[in-house]
T-cell receptor, first 115, second 115 residues
Framework: AQSVAQPEDQVNVAEGNPLTVKCTYSVSGNPYLFWYVQYPNRGLQFLLKYITGDNLVKGSYGFEAEFNKSQTSFHLKKPSALVSDSALYFCAVRDGGTGRRALTFGSGTRLQVQP | DVKVTQSSRYLVKRTGEKVFLECVQDMDHENMFWYRQDPGLGLRLIYFSYDVKMKEKGDIPEGYSVSREKKERFSLILESASTNQTSMYLC??????????????FGPGTRLTVT
């Protein structure tokens, strides 16, 4: 079975400071990992993914994430937060070894960036 | 750009009614998905389809059925709506097969209220 944990319901950060949104996962095969963002009353937008290759992946809007196999983590980061980054963030995983086509999503982390 | 559209943004139905939620994608994707989103629970997979007339149950299929008669259209059916089906429903699509990008593209969501 595949699963994802986002241990923080909410993350608060001041504008201009670095931000981290945490995600850990569990799969039996190779993980395919994704981050999505949801703005109010909108669907989910794809931010970035890790399938294979470099552990540090860069995505949209200046976000990046680091894949850490030993810690089974895929934390989302940004060097300097903007107020407009305030939104709901979801981590998702797909087990590359099982052939399950669907993603499993975490419970979401609300990011609040204060001016 | 991939576009996934959903027939309604907001819907109010009465208990016991049969409810149809429609989803259309314009990128010739083989896979289509229905999720429901509830606070603190993230996204949970209801059903997905990997081809026309093909479907597989997700994690919470009870009380729902689906129909995929054309590649671009995937319908979610609530046979007899109940108040515990009040939720945000999200449709998504993706390519199928190895070596593809795997990420899912989401529609804007339908907020369903059952009274």
């Amino acid at each position: 079975a595949q699963s994802v944990a986002q241990p923080e319901d909410q993350v608060n950060v001041a504008e201009g400071n670095p931000l981290t949104v945490k995600c850990t996962y569990s799969v039996s095969g190779n993980p395919y990992l994704f981050w999505y963002v949801q703005y109010p009353n909108r669907g989910l937008q794809f931010l970035l993914k890790y399938i294979t290759g470099d552990n540090l992946v860069k995505g949209s809007y200046g976000f990046e994430a680091e894949f850490n196999k030993s810690q089974t983590s895929f934390h989302l980061k940004k060097p300097s937060a903007l107020v407009s980054d305030s939104a709901l963030y979801f981590c998702a995983v797909r087990d590359g070894g099982t052939g399950r086509r669907a993603l499993t999503f975490g419970s979401g982390t609300r990011l609040q960036v204060q001016p | 750009d991939v576009k996934v559209t959903q027939s309604s943004r907001y819907l109010v139905k009465r208990t016991g009614e049969k409810v149809f939620l429609e989803c259309v994608q314009d990128m010739d994707h083989e896979n289509m998905f229905w999720y429901r989103q509830d606070p603190g629970l993230g996204l949970r997979l209801i059903y997905f389809s990997y081809d026309v007339k093909m479907k597989e149950k997700g994690d919470i299929p009870e009380g729902y059925s689906v129909s995929r008669e054309k590649k671009e259209r995937f319908s979610l059916i609530l046979e007899s709506a109940s108040t515990n089906q009040t939720s945000m429903y999200l449709c998504a699509s993706s390519l199928r097969g190895t070596g593809v990008s795997y990420e899912q593209y989401f529609g804007p969501g339908t907020r369903l209220t059952v009274t």
